[in-house]
T-cell receptor, first 118, second 114 residues
Framework: GAVVSQHPSRVICKSGTSVKIECRSL??????MFWYRQFPKQSLMLMAT?????????EQGVEKDKFLINHASLTLSTLTVTSAHPEDSSFYIC??????????????FGPGTRLLVL | GENVEQHPSTLSVQEGDSAVIKCTYS??????FPWYKQELGKGPQLIID?????GEKKDQRIAVTLNKTAKHFSLHITETQPEDSAVYFC?????????????FGKGTKLSVKP
């Protein structure tokens, strides 16, 4: 149980285009989803937290107009990187927490999406 | 806010030996401490977690200990195997009726030599 998927796993795009990444909780209802960014050999950096049906809460320094987050259902959240630039190239990981086995505080992570902006 | 320090940053052990990774946290209100294993190019995988009302938890070759007074917790892996090689992250959080954010350590790269 507690499986989180992400799609796509890898994406290459041209500078200036927008990229959408999907995060799905496959076997539980995710009341809260999180989006992280990870640079090589570094820890996870929280970008934003979203609750189903509410606006996302962004961490300091993260541009909400640049990284659009939608959490429209209890099983799906999307991150859209708008007008992507090479500096946006990174590993994006989502996580979800909810009511899996009563351990609502546990975050389960997706496999990540590698974004490369040319 | 919470701050989590993790040591060592790299750890190399021989297959069959034990490995210990230590973390300290700053916020005494933190009450949930998970450990994640991340293999190259993959997302973190929860391997064990502990809540503040418990001092130790064990799952086969993996154990976690928590010292609330000293504000530190440790991951112990016994009988290490090459497939244990990965980056391990500790984290701390506070849950008081709503979802809290995880604060991660910087990670420990564990290498198990056959």
């Amino acid at each position: 149980g507690a499986v989180v998927s992400q799609h796509p796993s890898r994406v290459i795009c041209k500078s200036g285009t927008s990229v959408k990444i999907e995060c799905r909780s496959l076997d539980f209802q995710a009341t809260t989803m999180f989006w992280y960014r990870q640079f090589p050999k570094q820890s996870l950096m929280l970008m934003a937290t979203s609750n189903e049906g509410s606006k996302a809460t962004y961490e300091q320094g993260v541009e909400k107009d640049k990284f659009l987050i939608n959490h429209a259902s209890l099983t799906l959240s999307t991150l859209t990187v708008t007008s992507a630039h090479p500096e946006d190239s990174s590993f994006y990981i989502c996580s979800a927490s909810g009511t899996s086995g009563g351990a609502w505080e546990t975050q389960y992570f997706g496999p990540g999406t590698r974004l490369l902006v040319l | 806010g919470e701050n989590v320090e993790q040591h060592p940053s790299t750890l190399s052990v021989q297959e069959g030996d034990s490995a210990v990774i230590k973390c300290t946290y700053s916020d005494s209100a933190s009450n949930y401490f998970p450990w994640y294993k991340q293999e190259l190019g993959k997302g973190p995988q929860l391997i064990i977690d502990i809540r503040s009302n418990v001092g130790e938890k064990k799952d086969q070759r993996i154990a976690v200990t928590l010292n609330k007074t000293a504000k530190h917790f440790s991951l112990h892996i016994t009988e290490t195997q090459p497939e244990d090689s990965a980056v391990y992250f500790c984290a701390a959080s506070y849950f008081g009726g709503s979802q809290g954010n995880l604060i991660f350590g910087k990670g420990t790269k564990l290498s198990v030599k056959p």
